[in-house]
């Protein structure tokens, strides 16, 4: 709607102040390091990146840590939470619908021992518009 020529300013001015703030889904990834491994490691590459090697026991701030080393990890980053040793929850911050990580495994120990990534929640999709401005040309 062109508010240049409104005749009637009340109507105009309740839209002074707002801006377009659409929020979407964070993408969620989950890890999940399967066969009960003793020992070894395994690397997740995200975008073409690969981290270096985590430990099939780490700490979920281990496995954020070698994440956000990435150099193109989003500018917003990600967060892992989860057990040592896993399962663990990747969620990428930026709202943004990436491409699913793919896991690399060097575990031993246990039986066939293997990493799966899944993706939990898929990113983008705005759930709302919270508000929206409009400006005078």
Do not use: C, H, K, W
């Not at 994440?67 to 040592?84: D, F, H, I, K, Y």
């Not at 040793?85 to 793919?102: C, E, L, R």
């Not at 575990?107 to 990534?117: A, E, M, N, S, Y």
């Amino acid at each position: 709607y062109d508010f240049r020529n409104v005749q009637d300013r009340s109507l105009f001015d309740s839209y002074i102040g707002t801006n377009i703030v659409a929020d979407g889904a964070s993408e969620v990834q989950t890890v999940t390091i399967t066969g009960s491994p003793t020992g070894g490691s395994f690397t997740l590459t995200y975008a073409g990146q690969t981290t270096g090697a985590i430990a099939y026991n780490a700490a979920a701030s281990a496995v954020q840590s070698a994440l956000r080393a990435l150099s193109n990890m989003p500018e917003s980053g990600v967060s892992v939470t989860g057990s040592a040793g896993g399962p663990y929850t990747v969620t990428f911050a930026d709202g943004a619908n990436v491409a699913q990580m793919t896991a690399t495994s060097s575990l031993t120990g246990g039986t066939t021992p293997g990493v799966t990534v899944a993706t939990s929640t898929e990113g983008g999709s705005a759930s709302f518009v919270r508000a929206v401005r409009i400006e005078m040309a």
